[in-house]
Nanobody, 117 residues
């Protein structure tokens, strides 16, 4: 099983930046990708970005493309989400998750991101 811990959330003004980190431990070799998801109050959890654990496959949700950048440091077993040009609608709890096989089955506890207007 893969354990994940997110950090880096906080309060930022619109137009600002934050960098989230997702530290992985445990059976990281079983994961083929790490994804970032978010859930705003009263809304369902949605996909934000994904990076393959090996190789260079990256995907973004349309809503964050050109503003967010996902990257990984395999030596540190850490995946980052650089968030620029933040908007109030980016306010949510951000989660990272490990994909094993076809499913994202291991989730972190989440980190709150609040963007003020």
């Amino acid at each position: 099983q893969v354990q994940l811990v997110e950090s880096g959330g906080g309060l930022v003004q619109a137009g600002g930046s934050l960098r989230l980190s997702c530290a992985a431990s445990g059976r990281t070799s079983s994961a083929n990708a790490i994804g970032w998801f978010r859930q705003a109050p009263g809304k369902e959890r949605e996909f934000v970005a994904r990076v393959s654990w090996i190789g260079s496959s990256i995907n973004y949700a349309d809503s964050v493309k050109d503003r967010f950048t996902i990257s990984r440091d395999n030596a540190k077993n850490t995946v980052y989400l650089q968030m620029n040009s933040l908007k109030p609608e980016d306010t949510a709890v951000y989660y990272c998750a490990a994909r094993v096989g076809a499913l994202f089955g291991s989730w972190g506890q989440g980190t709150q991101v609040t963007v003020s207007s």
